[in-house]
Antibody, heavy 117, light 107 residues
């Protein structure tokens, strides 16, 4: 069974970087596309970006200058880095797989990140 | 970006009731529309892909329809586990975007 698990600090100071890890079991990240999505307080959801099976990336233009998604295929993990965070980046962050049928078909349980001094 | 407008934002309903949630895109999205369910504990489950196709394991009381800019999710007879948040998501053009969510609440 495909499983995803996010991990990382729950509190980040303004202007610092947010770094999260998504650990995948049951499926290789060298197949499919792997994304980060966040849900803000108030329920808005935003696709942040993805890393592909080949390691190519695509980012939401709203984040393009601040975001980086990388991976470690030996550990079957991919990572999110978001720079220069503000309180507006407070959200629950999810990692997810983009399935062949064209949807996010497996999700992690989410990790809440608060940006506060 | 394509804007997705979901209505209603909240919906009180009763067990056994038939409910429909609507999702309107700011431009045509050629049926590239998915639905997701988020439970109170935060877990997100895919329900429907490409407008009307049920994900594996999703009960048949869930159905999706639509075309062009207007799409809907229908639950034919509400069960206790269906009271949750529901989101639509388009993937016709990048970036993929989500609706604002509909909270289905027990009346």
């Amino acid at each position: 069974e495909v499983q995803l698990q996010e991990s990382g600090p729950g509190l980040v100071k303004p202007s610092q970087s947010l770094s999260l890890t998504c650990s995948v079991t049951g499926y290789s990240i060298t197949s499919n596309y792997w994304g980060w999505i966040r849900k803000f307080p108030g329920n808005k959801m935003e696709w942040m970006g993805y890393i592909s099976y080949s390691g190519s990336t695509s980012y939401n233009p709203s984040l393009k200058s601040r975001i980086s998604i990388t991976r470690d295929t030996s550990k079957n993990q991919f990572f999110l880095q978001l720079n220069s965070v503000t309180t507006e980046d407070t959200a629950t962050y999810y990692c997810a797989r983009w399935g062949e049928e064209g949807s996010f078909d497996y999700w992690g349980q989410g990790v809440m990140v608060t940006v506060s001094s | 970006d394509i804007q997705m407008t979901q209505t209603p934002s909240s919906m009180p309903a009763s067990l056994g009731e038939r409910v429909t949630i609507s999702c309107r895109a700011s431009q045509g999205i050629s049926n590239y529309l998915n639905w997701y369910q988020q439970k109170p504990d935060g877990t997100i489950k895919p329900l429907i892909y490409y407008t009307s196709n049920l994900q594996s394991g999703v009960p048949s009381r869930f159905s999706g329809s639509g075309s062009g800019t207007d799409y809907s999710l229908t639950i034919s007879s509400l069960e206790p586990e269906d009271f949750a948040m529901y989101y639509c998501q388009q993937y016709d053009s990048s970036p993929p975007t989500f609706g604002g969510g509909t909270k289905l609440e027990l009346k």
